[in-house]
């Protein structure tokens, strides 16, 4: 396995806009404590929790000898054999672990077939088979009381997998109820929650596990402004949490907000140097902004640490693409999803390399994977419409393009794009097109794109009091960037004209002497409007 070199210049290459590496506000120190702070279980923050319960431990009444080599044989991944000991065994813990074995070794199963029939990343219609007889025993033992929180949260798992989402929903409820402490619970629960009526409708206790849930769900819903206030309430109280930390960076990224990402993000790397968890995102933020020095440094940290955890795998893809070295980015890609095939980073971003390697078919099944694990992955989306426009079928690219701004509505970079569309030869529906891009400029076009095109089809259709305000407005941008080109120049020969035309002789002027710095033919009509 080649190693990335800590140092080396990057190149991005001629790389198409990607939505998945670029995600500012001032840092707000996060505080340690130096004392003071308390450390029991329950926090203290002045609201009311209800008490954690405690289960009861059945598990050494009756058969402890069994419970204990079943266990052995389940760390020993020998599923079936730990199910056939807890045979009988009426016992809660029994119960849940025998159900538990069973139900992970159809799941090994199911994944041998699909590597049997498709391949290590092949996509197979392959089921559990122990589905069906685990329901029916954990609906009987739900009805009857005997079952604990884990044999709920097991149940919840079998509901989800036969599409039985709400009954699920309500399973794993009563079972975070029963036990908040089961953060696998909590994720499960977070997975079933696709909107936030559905979020809001839960009907969950008090308990402080409640704040983290929420804090996660509300990330995952893309509701970034709600989840940064919870997870800075959360950080008052855990002041030492670094999980608390990394969340709050990847709010900040996902807002776009990379300089102060980055800047979590280094301190995390300070106090834990040898963290892989959440460090993919970093490796993300790190090629939104090419800092190929840095994230050759990440890269290689994490591949000294731990080379086969599928996070390490996508931060060394990453470091790959910035240099421009797709085919080998696709094969680290590839070894994180045969580590972790729902890696749902590692499809998106596997999608767009071949888009760069000019793979369609193969970008187009990498999408589809993404979106098939997380329908809420706007970027796989945004991929799907980009694909479909480069193949000349606006139409379809704008059903993808609507459903990733669905998903991300306050991102300018789809709105763009389906703007692009209308506009395509096929169409040519401009007044739909400069909707899209006003709903852009309103939602940071970073990128300047709206302004310029705004005032471009406005003059089209013979507007020109629209067009010069848009113009004005974007070469007050370009010139605030210090940043000019074709752009700046086009926009200075229109409100020049529209100037003269309409009697603003002297703002005329001051937009061709601006023109007079360039060389060309936008010099020689400056002379011409000056002599005019």
Known sequence: MDTPSLSGSAASGGRLLHLHRSGGSSFRRRLRPGGGASEAGTPLGGVSYVSTPIPDDDAFDVGADKYLLAKTYFDCREYRRAAHVLRGQAGRKAVFLRCYALYTAGEKRKEEETIELEGSLGKSNAINQELVALEREL????????????????????????????LARTVLVESVNSYPWNWSAWLELQSLC?????????????????????????????????????????????????????????????MRDLDEADMIFEELLRTDPFRVDSMDVYSNLLYAKESSTALSFLAHRVFLTDKYRPESCCIIANYYSLKGQHEKSVLYFQRALKLNRKYLSAWTLMGHEFVELKNTPAAIDAYRRAVDINPRDYRAWYGLGQIYEMMGMPFYGLYYFRKSSYLQPNDARPWNA??????SDQLQMIEEAIKCYERSANSNDTEGIALHQLGKLHSMLGQSEEAAFYYKKDLERIEAEERQGQNFVEALLFLAKYCKNIGRFEEAELYCTKLLDYTGPENETAKIFCKG
Request: with cysteine.
């Open 139 to 166: 609906s009987t033992h739900r009805r009857t009381g005997a079952i604990d929180s884990f044999g709920l949260y097991l149940y919840g798992i079998v509901l989800r997998d036969k599409d039985c989402e709400g």
């Open 194 to 254: 696709t909107s936030s009526d559905i979020l809001n409708n839960l009907n969950l206790k008090n308990h402080w596990m409640k704040d983290f849930f929420l804090a996660s769900a509300h990330l995952e819903l893309k509701m970034h402004e709600e989840a940064l206030k919870r997870y800075e309430c959360l950080m008052r109280v855990f002041r030492c949490s670094d999980y608390i930390q990394a969340q709050i960076a990847t709010v900040q990224y996902s």
């Open 418 to 423: 389906m703007a692009q569309c209308y506009e």
